[in-house]
């Protein structure tokens, strides 16, 4: 499977990301020749474009080297910025090879993942290089392309009308076509607005039927949740496969950043990392909804979380319906109580991989470059949970947190038959 490329993938990308910036902006994109029109939405894609050195792993897009100077200086100076005057030309059809921190721009914008991510697993079946494509090929999107076509050729025969007002016969044969084209112009915007009403509408529908995005956010809860997190679990205590798992926890590092009105979960634990959303449900209360990363891209292991923010200390406990994480058979659904503690806001979570340091320890690494440009290392395996430092822990997570899915004498184990 293959993506179109050139300029009817950003004729196609740029169209999608003017009608959801004006929709989620309330501001109007006039789109002629002037550059100054498009610099909201330049200014919005800049801000993922001039991430992109940092986001390859996270996002699924090639890779991209750091700007030197970046920290340095402003838009539009900045290595990877997009003005909008490049808007301006690439819409109008004049740029063959757009640049490739555009397109990603646009793929992260419009979809949430770069332009390689999409390729494996797309969700919109215009972006797809059909075979007949070369063969019997319309540009749907290069509607603006079309009027300024017509409007030049109208202007070019208002001039011969000035000039030669006595030849009739050449101006019927030159309006005639123009009167044509403006109907099949006319015919075609009002199909594609036909489309956008049947998409909005289903789009209406589904996120009625599965509660999407039922209260908005504030303000503060946004900056409450959005950062980096420490998660502590007891599932390891559920694994039949381990004779010594008694009272054992696991610490997964987690990133939670927020987007269009939700926010995404991006958690690392010491054997697999799991990805995912969170919204709001009603003040103070979260819904975290999540799974393992494959590269499948199938669903594997869903869980379901509640948190909410009435804790009074350290930790924010969740309640998740989970799964054990054991080996073929043995992997069982459980209940399982979770504690959250947030240790900053922003900065970047990265696992550091193939170094003498993992075999050393015989644990995933997680570093985390934090605003300030320090940076804290985090170890991640299963231990004893009289281990940890905190005894706040233990009055939260031991064999007492775990709810199997059925009635078992051994699935956990108590510390009377340790």
């Not at 801000?47 to 050195?53: C, D, V």
């Not at 109208?154 to 007002?165: F, M, N, V, W």
């Not at 010594?244 to 958690?267: A, H, P, T």
């Not at 948190?307 to 200390?313: Q, V």
Request: with cysteine; proline share 4%; net charge positive.
């Amino acid at each position: 499977m293959v993506l179109k490329k050139g300029k009817e993938e950003i004729i196609y990308l740029l169209n999608k990301a003017i009608e959801k910036f004006q929709q989620e902006t309330g501001k109007e994109i006039v789109q002629n020749t002037n550059r100054k029109n498009y610099e909201g939405l330049s200014v919005a894609l800049s801000h993922i474009s001039n991430a992109l050195p940092y986001t390859a792993q996270q996002l699924g897009h090639g890779h991209y080297s750091a700007d030197p100077k970046g920290e340095k200086q402003a838009y539009p100076f900045r290595k990877y910025d997009i003005t909008g005057g490049q808007i301006k030309d690439a819409l109008m059809g004049l740029v063959a090879h757009p640049r490739q921190h555009m397109v990603d721009a646009c793929y992260i914008y419009l979809y949430g993942v770069g332009r390689l991510a999409f390729e494996a697993n797309p969700t919109d079946a215009f972006l797809i290089q059909q075979q007949n494509d070369g063969a019997d090929k319309t540009d749907a999107l290069s509607l603006y392309q079309e009027n300024q076509l017509l409007r030049q050729q109208l202007g070019a025969l208002q001039k011969t009308e000035a000039k030669q007002p006595a030849v009739k016969q050449s101006r019927l044969r030159w309006l005639a076509p123009a009167y044509m084209g403006l109907v099949a112009l006319v015919g075609l915007c009002i199909y594609y607005y036909v489309q956008y009403s049947r998409v909005a509408s289903e789009w209406h529908t589904i996120k009625t039927d599965f509660n999407l995005l039922p209260y908005r956010v504030t303000a503060a809860e946004r900056q409450q949740l959005e950062g980096v997190w420490i998660c502590y679990t007891g599932s390891p205590q559920a694994r039949i496969s381990d004779p010594n798992r008694f009272q054992k926890v696991v610490s997964n590092m987690v990133e939670i950043v927020y987007k269009d009105g939700y926010f995404l979960y991006n958690r690392f634990g010491a054997s697999f990392n799991h990805s995912g959303y969170i919204q709001f449900e009603s003040p103070g209360l979260l819904s975290i909804h999540s799974s393992v990363k494959n590269a499948q891209g199938v669903v594997e292991s869903p869980r379901h979380s509640l948190m909410s923010f009435d804790s009074t200390g350290a930790y924010f406990s969740a309640i998740s319906a989970s799964w054990n994480f054991d080996v073929g058979s043995n992997n069982q659904i459980i209940g399982i109580r979770e504690a959250y503690q947030k240790l900053g806001a922003g900065g970047q979570l990265e696992e550091v991989i193939n170094s003498v340091e993992n075999a050393s320890c015989q644990c995933k690494i997680i570093r985390w470059r934090t605003p300030s440009g320090t940076v804290q290392t985090f170890y991640l395996k299963n231990i004893a949970l009289e281990t940890l430092q905190d005894s706040a822990l233990s009055l939260l997570i031991d064999e007492r947190s775990i709810l199997p899915k059925n009635p078992s004498q051994k699935l956990l184990v108590d510390k009377a038959v340790k």
